[in-house]
């Protein structure tokens, strides 16, 4: 089978939740992802069971997001994380919407007990993008023999996808890290005030990747906010999986957290692809996954060489990206635009702003992070 690493436990029949999530919770839980287009929690089989099919078989939906979300959910128990979600009170769903999209939102009106939701949508389209880009780099690489044909409801046409399990293992494995990103990205929102603050002062009801609360309010305060999301999640994301090196600032010593870095760099740059443009509120996927990487790659190095090698990787694989299909040269030229006005504008503007969000954190003088 070509994807017969995806065992089933016990645990498949439980729901996709992370937190203290209660029966009440639950209802709410429902109700709010339905009213903000992001479907439903994903309890039963709702997923599509043919997302790819090469070689006669077939990658099942439902098995991705559920081995995925396991790995999510043992994460966010973590040492690093547990203190902070439980502390905030912040439940974490992924739900059955095809569409790429998140969601944070108080849950309860009156309540400071927070909602994060990512969609499977999201982590579906993100795990095709790896492999067409891991297709692509083994075809460029080894040769047509190391490939097999692929298709994907998500792609128009075929594609070449790795015949190596190990290689199918990879992408992966690179999908969680980058649906770990994302989920990272809500969880800032809720950690450093912007849910507070999009509801006091814009009176928005909730952060979405995409829909009406994407254009809703000041735009330019908008922006700021998701900039600041996505350097947070880039900072949990160290904090979660290079521990170690966000103590010793020597990533590059270690070929172990060197490896992790790879792979989280194409998960990261493969999901976000997703995250369109749309709205003045948002910069494009490319800008915003180079925001996450370089927020992580400067909390685990400040060695300039190693830091000037690893983003050396990032363009590589930028580059595996185009020649994949993924992403144009015309988007490359505007990734290189907004980077410049990520960091000529838009950080130093959030830099002076950003204690407007973090006053109206409902435990400012609680919760004892650095966020």
Not at 134 to 153: D, I, R
Not at 194 to 208: I, K, N, P, Q, Y
């Amino acid at each position: 089978m070509v994807f017969d690493f995806l065992q089933k436990s016990a645990s498949d029949a439980l729901p996709l939740e992370f937190g203290p999530v209660t029966g009440r919770d639950r209802i709410q839980i429902t109700a709010t992802l339905k009213c903000n287009a992001q479907g439903a929690p994903m309890f039963s089989q709702a997923l599509p069971s043919d997302v790819l099919e090469s070689a006669g078989t077939s990658l099942n939906g439902n098995d991705v997001c559920r081995h995925v979300f396991r790995i999510i959910q043992s994460l966010f128990d973590d040492p690093a994380l547990k203190p902070l979600t439980k502390k905030a009170q912040v439940v974490g769903v992924m739900s059955d919407e095809s569409c790429v999209n998140g969601l944070a939102t108080r849950l309860h009106i009156g309540e400071d007990k927070h909602l994060i939701n990512v969609t499977s949508g999201t982590m579906l389209r993100g795990t095709v993008a790896l492999y067409r880009l891991l297709g692509h780099q083994v075809l460029q690489q080894a040769g047509s023999e190391f490939v097999q044909e692929a298709t994907s409801k998500f792609h128009a046409h075929p594609f070449p996808m790795p015949r190596g399990l190990d290689l199918r293992k990879y992408g992966l494995e690179c999908a969680v890290y980058g649906m770990l990103a994302v989920f990272c990205h809500e969880l800032a929102h809720v950690l450093r005030g912007h849910t507070a603050f999009v509801s006091l002062r814009l009176g928005l009801d909730a952060l979405c990747e995409a829909g009406e609360s994407r254009d809703g309010g000041a735009l330019d305060v908008r922006r700021l906010i998701e900039v600041d999301a996505d350097d947070y999640a880039g900072q949990f994301l160290a904090d979660i999986l290079f521990r170690n090196q966000v103590q010793t600032k020597q990533l590059l010593e270690d070929t172990a957290a060197t490896a992790r870095f790879l792979k989280v760099a194409a998960g990261v740059l493969a999901l976000y692809l997703g995250f369109n443009k749309e709205g003045g509120a948002y910069y494009g996927g490319p800008a915003r996954a180079h925001l996450v990487l370089s927020s992580l790659l400067h909390r685990c190095t400040d060695d300039p060489e190693a830091a000037s090698w690893l983003r050396d990787q990032i363009k590589d694989i930028q580059a595996d990206m185009v020649g994949a299909g993924l992403v144009t040269r015309e988007d490359v030229a505007l990734l290189e635009k907004e980077k410049a006005d990520l960091a000529n504008l838009s950080i130093p503007a959030r830099n002076a702003v950003e204690h407007e969000w973090i006053a109206v954190r409902p435990w400012t003088n609680e919760l004892k992070i650095r966020v």
